[in-house]
């Protein structure tokens, strides 16, 4: 089993920073791909940012400039820095990460319970 532990999300007023952590534990060979997700309500979850194990980053149009993601790989451990937050920013942010239990098996994914960003006007 694999277990995603996040935190650092909260209430900011608009122009403000945050930055979310996602640390993944337990039966992990490798990972791949680490990222984050949001979902704002009444709307479907979508892709924030992600990275590949080399470094590779990889942003969606509303928070290219603003965002940045970043990992640890000691620590299996995924960051998402936010800057210059605006109101539209406020959903409840999701990490996913694909790994491997053991080597040459496939990759699976999992996700985080979710915290919650709300960004004040």
């Known amino acids: 089993q694999v277990q995603l532990v996040e935190s650092g999300g909260g209430l900011v007023q608009a122009g403000g920073s945050l930055r979310l952590s996602c640390a993944a534990s337990?039966?992990?060979?490798?990972?791949?791909?680490m990222g984050w997700y949001r979902q704002a309500p009444g709307k479907q979850r979508e892709l924030v940012a992600n990275?590949?194990?080399?470094?590779?980053?990889n942003y969606e149009d509303p928070v290219k400039g603003r965002f940045t993601i970043s990992r640890d790989n000691a620590k299996n451990t995924v960051y998402l820095q936010m800057n210059s937050l605006k109101p539209e920013d406020t959903a409840v942010y999701y990490c996913?990460?694909?790994?491997?239990?053991?080597?040459?098996?496939?990759?699976?994914?999992?996700w985080g319970q979710g915290t919650l960003v709300t960004v004040s006007s």
């Open positions: 990275i590949r194990n080399g470094g590779s980053t």
């Open positions: 996913r990460v694909y790994y491997r239990p053991r080597p040459g098996y496939r990759y699976l994914e999992v």
């Open positions: 337990g039966n992990i060979f490798s990972i791949d791909t």
